[in-house]
Nanobody, 122 residues
Protein backbone atom coordinates (compact mmCIF):
# COMPACT_ATOMS: atom_id res chain seq x y z
CA UNK A 1 0.00 0.00 0.00
CA UNK A 2 1.35 3.38 -1.01
CA UNK A 3 0.11 6.56 0.61
CA UNK A 4 0.62 9.85 -1.19
CA UNK A 5 0.54 13.27 0.44
CA UNK A 6 0.46 16.45 -1.63
CA UNK A 7 1.39 19.96 -0.57
CA UNK A 8 2.13 23.33 -2.11
CA UNK A 9 -1.22 24.47 -3.43
CA UNK A 10 -2.57 27.94 -2.88
CA UNK A 11 -3.77 31.18 -4.42
CA UNK A 12 -1.63 32.93 -7.01
CA UNK A 13 -2.13 35.68 -9.57
CA UNK A 14 -2.09 34.93 -13.27
CA UNK A 15 1.47 34.75 -14.53
CA UNK A 16 2.75 33.54 -11.19
CA UNK A 17 4.31 30.25 -10.14
CA UNK A 18 3.69 27.45 -7.67
CA UNK A 19 5.47 24.20 -6.90
CA UNK A 20 3.49 21.19 -5.80
CA UNK A 21 5.08 18.30 -3.92
CA UNK A 22 3.90 14.76 -3.41
CA UNK A 23 5.65 12.37 -1.04
CA UNK A 24 5.07 8.63 -1.03
CA UNK A 25 5.01 6.67 2.21
CA UNK A 26 7.42 4.05 0.84
CA UNK A 27 10.27 3.98 -1.62
CA UNK A 28 8.74 3.18 -4.95
CA UNK A 29 9.69 2.69 -8.57
CA UNK A 30 6.13 3.41 -9.63
CA UNK A 31 5.29 5.81 -12.40
CA UNK A 32 4.19 9.07 -10.78
CA UNK A 33 1.74 11.51 -12.30
CA UNK A 34 -0.26 14.62 -11.66
CA UNK A 35 -3.90 15.01 -12.60
CA UNK A 36 -6.29 17.87 -11.98
CA UNK A 37 -10.01 18.42 -11.71
CA UNK A 38 -11.65 21.79 -12.22
CA UNK A 39 -15.16 22.52 -10.91
CA UNK A 40 -17.78 20.89 -13.09
CA UNK A 41 -15.20 19.08 -15.21
CA UNK A 42 -13.76 15.60 -15.35
CA UNK A 43 -10.35 14.85 -13.94
CA UNK A 44 -7.63 15.26 -16.55
CA UNK A 45 -4.03 14.25 -17.02
CA UNK A 46 -1.37 16.91 -16.42
CA UNK A 47 2.08 15.28 -16.34
CA UNK A 48 3.79 11.94 -15.75
CA UNK A 49 7.33 10.88 -14.86
CA UNK A 50 8.98 7.49 -14.77
CA UNK A 51 11.72 6.68 -12.31
CA UNK A 52 14.24 7.62 -15.02
CA UNK A 53 12.64 11.00 -15.50
CA UNK A 54 15.96 12.77 -15.81
CA UNK A 55 16.62 10.79 -18.99
CA UNK A 56 13.51 12.21 -20.58
CA UNK A 57 10.95 9.74 -19.36
CA UNK A 58 8.24 12.40 -18.93
CA UNK A 59 5.09 13.47 -20.74
CA UNK A 60 2.77 16.45 -20.50
CA UNK A 61 -0.71 17.47 -21.48
CA UNK A 62 -0.64 19.89 -24.36
CA UNK A 63 -2.27 22.61 -22.28
CA UNK A 64 0.65 22.73 -19.83
CA UNK A 65 3.63 21.82 -22.01
CA UNK A 66 6.31 24.48 -21.78
CA UNK A 67 4.84 25.93 -18.57
CA UNK A 68 4.85 22.99 -16.15
CA UNK A 69 7.77 20.73 -15.26
CA UNK A 70 7.53 17.40 -13.47
CA UNK A 71 10.52 16.04 -11.60
CA UNK A 72 11.34 13.42 -8.99
CA UNK A 73 13.66 13.04 -6.07
CA UNK A 74 13.76 9.26 -5.86
CA UNK A 75 15.84 9.32 -2.69
CA UNK A 76 13.09 11.32 -0.98
CA UNK A 77 10.19 9.40 -2.58
CA UNK A 78 8.91 12.75 -3.81
CA UNK A 79 7.56 14.04 -7.10
CA UNK A 80 7.25 17.73 -7.88
CA UNK A 81 5.22 19.81 -10.28
CA UNK A 82 6.71 23.22 -11.01
CA UNK A 83 4.00 25.41 -12.49
CA UNK A 84 5.00 28.65 -14.19
CA UNK A 85 3.04 31.25 -16.17
CA UNK A 86 -0.13 30.14 -14.45
CA UNK A 87 -3.47 30.97 -16.02
CA UNK A 88 -6.95 31.18 -14.49
CA UNK A 89 -7.87 28.04 -16.43
CA UNK A 90 -5.24 26.14 -14.41
CA UNK A 91 -7.48 26.52 -11.36
CA UNK A 92 -8.29 23.03 -10.09
CA UNK A 93 -7.67 20.46 -7.41
CA UNK A 94 -4.39 18.79 -8.28
CA UNK A 95 -3.90 15.11 -7.47
CA UNK A 96 -0.75 13.04 -7.29
CA UNK A 97 -1.05 9.41 -8.39
CA UNK A 98 1.11 6.30 -8.67
CA UNK A 99 0.94 3.42 -11.10
CA UNK A 100 2.88 0.28 -11.91
CA UNK A 101 2.39 1.07 -15.59
CA UNK A 102 3.32 4.01 -17.81
CA UNK A 103 0.03 5.73 -18.62
CA UNK A 104 -1.74 9.04 -18.99
CA UNK A 105 -5.11 7.45 -18.12
CA UNK A 106 -6.36 7.90 -14.58
CA UNK A 107 -7.81 4.38 -14.73
CA UNK A 108 -4.29 2.92 -14.61
CA UNK A 109 -3.44 4.63 -11.33
CA UNK A 110 -4.13 2.62 -8.19
CA UNK A 111 -2.86 5.10 -5.62
CA UNK A 112 -4.01 8.69 -5.15
CA UNK A 113 -3.31 11.58 -2.87
CA UNK A 114 -6.02 13.67 -1.25
CA UNK A 115 -5.57 16.59 -3.62
CA UNK A 116 -4.39 20.15 -3.19
CA UNK A 117 -6.25 23.25 -4.38
CA UNK A 118 -4.62 25.61 -6.85
CA UNK A 119 -6.46 28.85 -7.56
CA UNK A 120 -5.21 31.32 -10.15
CA UNK A 121 -6.79 34.76 -10.08
CA UNK A 122 -7.00 37.00 -13.12
Amino acid sequence: QVQLVESGGGLVQAGGSLRLSCTASVRTSYVMAWFRQAPGKEREFVAVAGIRWSLGRTNYAGSVKGRFTISRDNARNTVYLQMNSLKPEDTAVYYCAASASWSTSEHEYAYWGQGTQVTVSS
